[in-house]
C-alpha cells in the first residue's frame, strides 16, 4: 500500500497532462482534415463542367448579355479572378467566420444553413436513437441465441433489409405509408400554415419526421446487428456470464447488466460512424419526403451551382462528422480504461 499512495497522487495529474496532449493533437489533426475538405470542395465545384453564370440565371439571360454586364455579374459572385486568388480570397473569408452570401437565396449563406440545420439534426438524432434501440436488442438477442431459430430468422431479416439501397427504401416507404395508406404526410417538417403550438407543434413535427427518420434508422440497423452480434458471441462464453447465471441472473439482467456494458466502446465506435453516414444519408431521404434540412439544401445548391451554399454547407457537415468523431475518441477512451480497470 505504501508503494501505491504516491503513485495515486501522480496519476491523476499525469493523465490529465496526457488526456491534454493527446486532445490537442487530435484537435490540430481535425482542423487540418477541415481545411484540407474546404480545399478539396472548393477546386472539385469549380471543375464542374458548364457555365455558373448560365446556371445562374439561366441560358436564355446569359446569352443577351453584354461583355460589360457579364464581367460585373462575374465580379458580383468572384467569379472574375483566378482560381489561387479565388481561393485565398475564400480562405480569407473563412478566417473571418464569413461563409459568403448565397446566390440562389440571396441571404447569407450562416442563415440558410442555420434555417435547415435544426430540421437535419431532428432527423439525424432520432434515426439514431431508433438504430440504437432496435440495432442493441436485435444483435443481443441474435447472439445470445446463437445457432437456434430466432438467430436466423434475426439475420435474415436484417439481410432482406440491407439488400434495398436507401433510396429506394425511401420510394417505398413513401407511397406505401404516405401515399398508399395516407398515415403520415408526404412532405415537409410540419403543417403548412399551422397555429399549432407547445406539445401540438411538437406532436406535429415527430408526425411529419417520423417516416424520413425511420427509412434512415432502417438503413442503419443492419450493420448495427451484425456488429452487437459478433461482439455479444465473443463475450458469451467469458466466465463471468456463467458465474451470473449460477448466481440466478435473470435473462433480462444478464444482458442488460452483464453483457450490455461489455460492448459499449465497439458500439460507440459503430455510433460515431453511423452518425456519418446518416448525414450522407439524409441527402436522399430529405430529398424524397422535401423534408427542409441540410440534405436537400444540398442536392439544390449542388445542381444550381451555388458555390458558397455548398461550401458552407461541406464546412459545417464536415465540422460536424469530425466532432461527433472527437467525442467518441474520447468516450471511447474512457469506456476502454474503465474495462481494463473492471
Avoid at 35 to 60: H, K, M, N, Q, S
Avoid at 133 to 147: S, Y
Wanted: charged share 15%; net charge positive; hydrophobic share 55%.
Amino acid at each position: 500500500m505504501s508503494r501505491e499512495l504516491p503513485a495515486t497522487k501522480a496519476g491523476p495529474r499525469a493523465q490529465a497532462w496526457a488526456w491534454l496532449r493527446a486532445a490537442a493533437g487530435r484537435m490540430a489533426e481535425y482542423l487540418a482534415s477541415l481545411a484540407v475538405l474546404a480545399a478539396i470542395t472548393f477546386f472539385a465545384l469549380r471543375a464542374l463542367p458548364g457555365d455558373p453564370l448560365a446556371i445562374l440565371y439561366g441560358e436564355a439571360s446569359v446569352q443577351g448579355l453584354t461583355p460589360e454586364n457579364r464581367a460585373i455579374l462575374a465580379a458580383r459572385h468572384g467569379l472574375d479572378a483566378s482560381l489561387p486568388e479565388q481561393f485565398l480570397h475564400y480562405a480569407g473569408m473563412l478566417c473571418r467566420g464569413d461563409l459568403g452570401q448565397s446566390a440562389r437565396h440571396a441571404r447569407p449563406v450562416a442563415q440558410v444553413i442555420g434555417q435547415a440545420l435544426p430540421w437535419t439534426l431532428l432527423l439525424v438524432t432520432s434515426a439514431t436513437a431508433m438504430a440504437l434501440a432496435a440495432g442493441l436488442f436485435l444483435g443481443i438477442e441474435a447472439g445470445m441465441r446463437r445457432g437456434r431459430a430466432a438467430d436466423g430468422i434475426i439475420l435474415a431479416a436484417v439481410t432482406a433489409l440491407d439488400s434495398l439501397p436507401l433510396f429506394v427504401k425511401a420510394i417505398l416507404a413513401l407511397f406505401a405509408l404516405c401515399l398508399g395508406l395516407a398515415l403520415f404526410p408526404v412532405s415537409g417538417a410540419a403543417t403548412p400554415f399551422t397555429q399549432a403550438k407547445d406539445w401540438a407543434l411538437a406532436a406535429d413535427v415527430a408526425w411529419h419526421a417520423a417516416v424520413p427518420a425511420g427509412v434512415l434508422a432502417l438503413h442503419e440497423i443492419t450493420k448495427l446487428t451484425f456488429v452487437i452480434r459478433a461482439l455479444v458471441v465473443a463475450v458469451r462464453g467469458r466466465p463471468f456470464l456463467t458465474v451470473a447465471r449460477a448466481k440466478g441472473v435473470s435473462a433480462f439482467g444478464l444482458r442488460s447488466r452483464h453483457v450490455a456494458p461489455n460492448v459499449m466502446a465497439q458500439v460507440t465506435a459503430r455510433t460515431a460512424a453511423m452518425f456519418t453516414e446518416l448525414f450522407a444519408g439524409s441527402i436522399f431521404v430529405e430529398t424524397v419526403f422535401s423534408y427542409p434540412g441540410l440534405g436537400r439544401l444540398l442536392y439544390e445548391g449542388i445542381f444550381g451551382r451555388d458555390y458558397p451554399l455548398v461550401q458552407g454547407l461541406v464546412l459545417v457537415l464536415g465540422a460536424g462528422v469530425l466532432t461527433v468523431n472527437m467525442a467518441a475518441d474520447l468516450v471511447i477512451g474512457r469506456l476502454t480504461e474503465r474495462e481494463a480497470r473492471g
